[in-house]
């Protein structure tokens, strides 16, 4: 049998470059996967059960070649929130209840890829995005943060949680604090130190550029070392990794608590698909890839079913994780793969490490990460440009954090469709005339245009809607009483791009008003698409003027009626 | 004191057109009162009292001269249904619940004039209200129904009532449905026998116009007094009318109910402004009158409190009646506080004989006003014009029937606001080319146009928004992929007015791709109000292109940097 021509080529060079890339994300991946568990409040095999299957499920149904898909961290947070809000307390409990949730999410963002719905990633908008990720990375901070300080914490609120905190500093453990700042100062000084001492011309390479990457991993065989064999260093560890194989009867006892958890899953697809999606698209530009929302939503959920059936919690696809690996080189989707074979191997072989490691190094490799997430001066540009999306960034944020992620996105969206629609609900209304000599026609209020006294030439820059028709009837209607001796109207349609039954309901009352004033109503400048709906209405049959191709033969025709052209200059001062 | 020259010239002749009015007005609005106070369940001088004081309230504060306000089917409908839906059948509890209702209808409406909240009624969208309308005009038809057969239903849902009804054919009152088919010839008959006997030169005055408006009355006093004096007919009679002041203090026994009744306050004071408003602005442009919304939410509010302080029941304006205003000639709002007068003495006089009026005759009264309202064949037009917008008003009409009006409401308004943002989701996007010759710029797809390989020319039709950004990058990423050579993307901003957050980092996201690929982004046709956005992010400061003032310009500038214009035609078949 030969082999096909492409697969000839991969192992001639690709496969190289995809080995380099998956040892990088190994290294990168053990240590967040463990973390990520430890912040989804589940043991440590459950987040590394879900860097295997999930990225070989990716690597079969995916079209980005550099999407690291695993735990991350929102998705983790989310998980724990819905494993708490479903009153999951018993940890065997948990675990078989993150199994149900991954499934959810799994079967969701499966059924709205085949539904093709991926088009609703793009209603949440970039304020609601950037209030959330705020809000719920200091919420990450806080939840761990009493890790750092060894503490327990009786609240279950963010903002609680932060004043408990502050209250527990004196009785802090002096030990997991010591250990904390050494992780910090490792993940902190190792890159700089590495980058040093690298000679220059080594530091613009891809070893210098992902040499620097391994100091979570130093960070925890250091702490690790120092826990095992100082006395002095009494501090929680992360404990025994089961290495038994997924149960996956496991699930179906999850299964009872599925009804509580629907809404969480519902929002943890969309927030999990939103990140994917968005890292994905962010790093297809530079390899000139193509990403297709339903083909990814598809892609995510199959992650999600094969984290469920191997034992493993929500998975999505994460920014850091998927730098590393273009910068690695990852060259195809098999990186994915062979970045699951490695992660399995180190199950196998590293898992009574594992054990020893420092629950606080976990933390603080959690918290080294979000933090760069929390640029409180974010709001800054947004409020520059425009106050109201920069309202919706502040009431996302507080909403999420002082009422929870699901209300706080809510809200977020809420307004967001809001404002859309207010704004959609005041079009631009612009009174035009004819620049001098030529075939344009510009607003009176900008421009110096000649008009008419007995012809009104109103331009509409939306198209024209139920929530918008009454706008430009009493806009219109107010033009026409502040204009004595009008004969004729025309409105402007080059801006409408579609008319809904409301909106040509208020077209034929404007004519039939107009009509009772003794003024004739007519259309120009209409779109084909527009026209050819027109035709299917009662319009035409009823309308007292004609529909012009453009506004220059309408006033070339109608204008001759008149009285003849008068100049008329207004200030700029309007819009 | 001198009298203003306006009351002067008032009393010298509108006053008389407006005395004419309101006697006409009169004659009709007492049988309506009676007939929808029934309907509402309540007994009929809470009708009456309603037409009363809150004609008084709108004459002081409304700016319609012709808008008759006072009890009107589908607010007596809402009524009925929010007074059972709160438990309440007590009839004197019934009676300050009513009142309760119209206080917190009033209050509501009073606050959104004053918060200027009247544009929310533009959200319910023609559909919507079309179809609510005919299927609470069948509703209200079923009910009246029963007095006709003369049949207690014990069903509540419209859809059962109406099988009850249909069983209970057989057991139905012979007399009643004698009485009831003699009512129904009166209101038919009447006005074509007086048409008929009129001269033809008399037909078309106001008298011609008018007389034939008094059947109601008419078939109220033959039926009423066939129920005096014929021994055989025995019917349920409306019974004696209290004319006791109006008790105050049962209102404030009714403020229990409030909290049961917020929800269907807050309904029917959307329903009861939006009918009068539509009702008022319908006749305004008749009468050169500038109806302003806030301004009749703050009448309709007050017509409301006065309802409820008086012993009377929810109002608004009226189409029937406010059409007999018109055609009667009433001249200012002073027409409306004769009508008051003159119901009020009749309240005093006439008290006694209303007590005979058979509630099979008020039940034909409605049965058939309403059933003008229900034209199966209305959506025959929507349909032909858009499907979706059909769609909406099924399932508005189905929701309202099946489910209630509360809730076939709430589908249609959010189904309308689904559409509204799916199609400002799906903006049209065209590639464009100069047509030869000219400084215009079509649709590669329907004209004859010039294009260059190295250059892309994009129109977005429509403001950029979260919505609809990802789908323009989209459009725009994979017509950049489907054309070899490129040095050049110009996105022409003609139709677009608004640029939010969102959409501004999609725009810098597409210069940062394409600048990837090795491609300059520019912009053209800026409206000045999105420039002075613009200038306000970093867009300005990363633009790889230039932003020129037309398409034109642009194309100059960079088609000379190609291989030259070649002319593309393409045939009409695209969009």
């Known amino acids: 049998m030969a082999l096909p021509d492409n697969f000839k080529h991969y192992m001639s060079g690709l496969i190289g470059q995809d080995a380099v890339a998956s040892?990088?994300?190994?290294?990168?991946?053990?240590?967040?996967?463990?973390?990520?568990?430890?912040?989804?409040?589940?043991?440590?095999?459950?987040?590394?059960?879900?860097?295997?299957?999930?990225?070989?499920?990716?690597?079969?149904?995916?079209?980005?070649?550099?999407?690291?898909?695993?735990?991350?961290?929102?998705?983790?947070?989310?998980?724990?929130a819905a494993?708490?809000?479903?009153?999951?307390?018993?940890?065997?409990?948990?675990?078989?209840?993150?199994?149900?949730?991954?499934?959810?999410?799994?079967?969701?963002?499966?059924?709205?890829?085949?539904?093709?719905?991926?088009?609703?990633?793009?209603y949440l908008s970039q304020p609601v995005i950037h209030g959330f990720i705020i809000s719920s990375s200091i919420i990450i901070l806080i939840s761990q943060l009493r890790h750092m300080l060894d503490v327990t914490l009786t609240a279950h609120e963010p903002l609680f949680q932060f004043l408990e905190l502050v209250q527990s500093l004196?009785?802090?453990?002096?030990?997991?604090?010591?250990?904390g700042l050494a992780t910090f100062a490792i993940l902190f000084g190792f890159p700089k130190a590495m980058t040093a001492s690298l000679p220059k011309s080594a530091r613009e390479t891809t070893i210098g550029d992902l040499l620097p990457r391994v100091a979570p991993l130093v960070a925890i065989a250091v702490t690790a070392f120092a826990a095992v064999v100082l006395p002095a260093v009494q501090v929680p560890l992360t404990g025994e990794v089961s290495t038994a194989l997924p149960d996956l009867t496991a699930i179906t006892q999850g299964l009872g608590a599925a009804e509580l958890l629907w809404p969480s899953a519902l929002l943890i697809a969309l927030i999990a698909f939103t990140e994917s999606l968005a890292v994905a698209r962010s790093f297809a530009a530079r390899k000139k890839e193509?990403?297709?929302?339903?083909?990814?939503?598809?892609?995510?959920?199959?992650?999600?079913?094969?984290?469920?059936?191997?034992?493993?919690?929500?998975?999505?696809?994460?920014?850091?994780?998927?730098?590393?690996?273009?910068?690695?080189?990852?060259?195809?989707?098999?990186?994915?793969?062979?970045?699951?074979?490695?992660?399995?191997?180190?199950?196998?072989?590293?898992?009574?490490l594992y054990a020893y490691i420092p629950k606080v190094t976990l933390a603080v490799i959690i918290i080294f990460s979000i933090s760069k997430m929390i640029r409180f001066g974010e709001i800054l540009p947004i409020w520059r440009y425009s106050p109201l999306d920069a309202?919706?960034?502040?009431?996302?944020?507080?909403?999420?954090?002082?009422?929870?992620?699901?209300?706080?996105?809510?809200?977020?969206?809420?307004?967001?469709?809001?404002?859309?629609?207010?704004?959609?609900?005041?079009?631009?209304?612009?009174?035009?005339?004819?620049?001098?000599?030529?075939?344009?026609?510009?607003?009176?209020?900008?421009?110096?245009?000649?008009?008419?006294?007995?012809?009104?030439?109103?331009?509409?820059?939306?198209?024209?809607?139920?929530?918008?028709?009454?706008?430009?009837?009493?806009?219109?209607?107010?033009?026409?009483?502040?204009?004595?001796?009008?004969?004729?109207?025309?409105?402007?349609?080059?801006?409408?791009?579609?008319?809904?039954?409301?909106?040509?309901?208020?077209?034929?009352?404007?004519?039939?008003?107009?009509?009772?004033?003794g003024i004739r109503f007519h259309l120009a400048e209409v779109k084909g698409p527009v026209m050819d709906r027109i035709e299917r209405s009662d319009l035409l049959a009823h309308l007292t003027g004609e529909?012009?191709?453009?506004?220059?033969?309408?006033?070339?025709?109608?204008?001759?009626n008149g009285r003849g052209a008068k100049s008329q200059m207004v200030d700029g001062a309007g819009i």
């Open 83 to 122: 494993l708490q809000g479903a009153g999951i307390v018993d940890p065997t409990a948990k675990v078989a209840a993150a199994g149900v949730l991954a499934l959810m999410i799994g079967g969701i963002l499966i059924a709205a890829g085949l539904l093709r719905l991926g088009f609703l990633a793009n």
């Open 290 to 352: 193509k990403i297709e929302a339903n083909r990814e939503l598809i892609a995510i959920g199959a992650a999600n079913a094969a984290a469920a059936l191997s034992g493993g919690m929500p998975v999505a696809g994460g920014f850091a994780r998927t730098a590393v690996s273009f910068a690695a080189g990852a060259a195809t989707r098999a990186a994915g793969a062979m970045t699951a074979g490695l992660i399995a191997l180190s199950l196998v072989f590293f898992t009574g």
């Open 23 to 80: 040892i990088v994300i190994t290294i990168l991946l053990i240590p967040q996967s463990l973390a990520y568990a430890q912040l989804a409040s589940l043991p440590p095999e459950v987040g590394l059960m879900a860097s295997i299957l999930p990225l070989v499920a990716y690597a079969l149904l995916g079209r980005s070649s550099v999407l690291a898909v695993g735990p991350v961290a929102i998705v983790a947070l989310m998980t724990a």
């Open 547 to 560: 529909i012009f191709l453009s506004a220059s033969v309408a006033e070339s025709t109608l204008g001759a």
């Open 391 to 517: 309202g919706v960034y502040a009431l996302t944020a507080g909403g999420v954090f002082l009422l929870g992620v699901e209300m706080g996105l809510l809200m977020g969206v809420v307004l967001s469709i809001i404002i859309f629609i207010a704004r959609a609900g005041r079009p631009h209304i612009a009174q035009v005339g004819r620049i001098a000599g030529s075939e344009h026609f510009r607003n009176v209020r900008r421009h110096s245009v000649l008009t008419h006294n007995h012809l009104l030439m109103v331009r509409v820059d939306e198209s024209l809607y139920f929530a918008n028709a009454l706008f430009l009837e009493n806009d219109l209607m107010t033009r026409v009483q502040d204009h004595d001796g009008l004969t004729d109207v025309v409105l402007l349609a080059s801006a409408v791009n579609k008319i809904d039954w409301s909106a040509m309901e208020t077209l034929e009352r404007i004519n039939g008003d107009l009509k009772a004033r």
């Open 170 to 179: 004196v009785a802090s453990n002096p030990t997991t604090v010591i250990l």
